[in-house]
């Protein structure tokens, strides 16, 4: 067991590799109640091209796999595990993303038997063709949910206007056509593949003793049985820098319509701490474009180009990335051109580095409040993690940020050949 201290911000967090693989992060929190764990795979709706487990050539798999995945392993032979987290006395859930499907749960109490039925059940698998049959009705039911939520449609619209080949263009649930050709042998097929425990990443976080959380995790680890570990080989299409297109609207059943703008990341291949830089960086220049306290945002408001719906948000993974500017405007074709002037006034002018200092005090602040939510650090440490960036070096990199660095990526971020616009309309 290794101990990582950050003095910076009085947190010790505890790690230490399993024998089959699987990583092992504590992070004891004295005075707090609550414990939350996450038991996450590096898996997520972009793996559908990939060579499995014990073979040799890749194979692509109908869209919405890891979504489905997520949603059967909660099913087992002898009932639903909700129900044993609810005897327990513990509230579970799960999410599927872009690149990890995570499991998790809280409880204040039997935290360690619920510890273990986490870990049991993510690594018990019991798929049959009949309950593979019934959960696509479910899948299915979700899947039009999200297709009439107006929300949901502008971010995949964005997305679909920016991507070629990506699958980030591909919604994380797939289609019906996609789930409809899902298979039992799939589910195992994927399951085997990316719920290595090499391929995976156990955090929990709460008032717990380190030593004893280990020696609880290795016992149960060490009575399962794994295949020997191998690399996993993903493949993803050439992606072109350019956007698809440069606008395009649909019309729905809303009452004010919806505007987004976005801009596709330049070059998506950084890792660990230039991956981290960049990402923060961007987040600080929109935020000192848009940001509430920005003389922009109350002109936008002032103009009745935006309400409260207004947000903005950059994010980067290995292999894509996007920023978003958008929410419900009564005059798309007015927000767009005010978007699109302030983008191109700034990039003439540059950033004032007191206001830089202002929004880096504010993000610092922000963070530091955001370490007393478990919920917060367990989900975005494994996030952090599976891209080789480092959650508590936030402070570090923020700190360390110039007004030549939020330039830079002022200008690298808002190139025309990657911007793109998504509009709804009220039908």
């Known amino acids: ?37 996450t038991f996450t795979t590096k898996y997520g709706s972009i793996d559908n091209h990939f060579v499995p487990l014990k073979e040799k050539d890749a194979i692509r798999v109908p869209d919405g796999i890891a979504h489905f995945l997520e949603h059967k392993l909660f099913e087992k032979e002898d009932g639903d595990v909700f129900q044993s987290f609810s005897k327990q006395g513990a509230s579970a859930n799960a999410f599927t993303s872009f690149t990890r499907t995570a499991y998790l749960f809280s409880s204040t109490s039997n935290v360690l038997p619920n510890l273990e039925t986490l870990l049991d059940f993510v690594q018990e698998p019991y798929f049959t063709d009949q309950t593979v049959e019934k959960e696509k009705g479910i899948i299915g039911q979700e899947i039009r949910m999200y297709d009439d939520n107006a929300d949901t449609r502008l971010f ?208 610092i602040g922000s963070f530091l409040r955001a370490l007393n939510s478990p919920e917060y650090i367990a989900n975005q440490f494994t996030r952090y993690k599976f891209n080789d960036m480092d959650l508590f070096a936030i402070v570090n990199v923020l700190e360390s940020m110039t007004i030549k660095d939020v330039n830079d990526v002022l200008h690298v971020l808002f190139e025309k050949d990657r911007e793109t616009v998504f509009t709804i309309m009220p039908k």
Do not use: W
Not at 9 to 27: A, H, M, Q, R, S
Not at 210 to 222: G, L, M, R, V
Not at 272 to 285: D, I, P, Q, R, S
Not at 289 to 305: A, I, N, R, V
């Open 1 to 37: 067991m290794r101990e990582i201290v950050f003095e910076q911000l009085n947190e010790t967090l505890y790690y230490e590799k399993l024998e089959n693989g699987l990583d092992v992060y504590i992070l004891p929190k004295e005075g707090f109640n609550k414990t939350y764990a």
């Open 156 to 363: 995949y619209g964005l997305i679909g206007n920016m991507y070629h080949n990506h699958p980030v263009k591909i919604d994380i649930a797939g289609t019906i056509e996609s789930i409809s050709e899902t298979t039992k042998e799939h589910l195992y097929q994927c399951y085997e593949t990316f719920y290595h425990p090499s391929n995976m990443l156990l955090f929990v976080v709460g008032p717990v003793n380190p030593n004893e959380y280990f020696s609880f995790i290795k016992e149960n680890q060490q009575k399962k049985q794994f295949e020997k570990e191998q690399p996993i080989q993903r493949f993803f299409e050439n992606e072109p820098e350019a956007v698809v297109k440069a606008k395009s609207e649909i019309k729905m059943p809303i009452q004010t319509p919806k505007c987004m703008i976005g801009y596709k990341a330049k070059k998506p291949n950084r890792k660990g701490n230039e991956l981290l830089k960049h990402e923060l960086t961007a987040n600080v220049a929109l935020d000192m474009l848009f940001g509430q306290s920005s003389p922009h945002y109350t002109m936008l408001y002032e103009k009745g180009l935006i309400d409260d719906s207004f947000s903005f948000d950059y994010t980067e993974e290995y292999g894509f990335g996007f920023a978003m500017i958008g929410g419900d405007t009564t005059d798309p074709d007015g927000f767009e051109k005010a978007i699109k002037n302030i983008i191109a006034e700034q990039k003439a002018n540059g950033f004032d580095e007191k206001v830089l200092d202002r929004i880096r005090k504010k993000k």
